[in-house]
């Protein structure tokens, strides 16, 4: 990989919160907890209806601690091998599937969530060289995402109106090598992270068409 940046969990917030996330909805996860309830209840129900734990209890609650550990380290694991490219790719696909939610089409970006859900390719590219700007791409969708949904019946005309410096970068990203493409793609999302608000009800940064979607439907509310 291009040493020019390696993700650091502990220095990256966005990263760390994505990974904890995916982290704790991970089946290693789930399968680990499910096996910490079961063990516990077990012994439980044993020492409040014999008063005693018998060997063969002690053994099952202590393997299933055991078991536990061992799936959700591992899914800790899984997460954060290959410089945390899984995490960056079921942060794609919850975008998209939020997207939908929204009723948002937008080819550019869900040819990119496809290629980083299942090209090697994709995975290739991020490790040799285009990390940044890849992790920057899926940040921005991430929260335009949010911000998108916080608006409500107007998402998908704001995301509409906001999706530009994405799919500049996306373009940029499919077309330029791995050598030069991580610092020229990674420009107008980095551009738009530092400038874009997270939220704000009057209507950052919107194009004159969402503002009068958004006053039609402020008239249509009070209309009714």
Known sequence: MNARFKPRLFQDRWLRRQFFREWAK????????????????????????????????????ELSVLAAVIFILGDAYACQRRWYFPVLRRTARRCLERMRALSVSSPIIERFVHDVSFSPRMEYRYRSGMARSLRETVEALDRLCCTAERYGCIGKHVFAANEEPIVRSLRLLATLPAEVGDEVALRPVLAWLQTVPEYDPEGWSLSPEVAREQVRSSGEDRID
């Open 26 to 61: 991970g089946l290693g996860t789930k399968f680990g907890l499910c096996g910490l309830f079961s063990g516990g209840l077990i012994v439980c129900v044993e020492v409040w209806s014999l008063h005693r734990l018998d060997h063969s209890t002690r053994l099952f609650a």
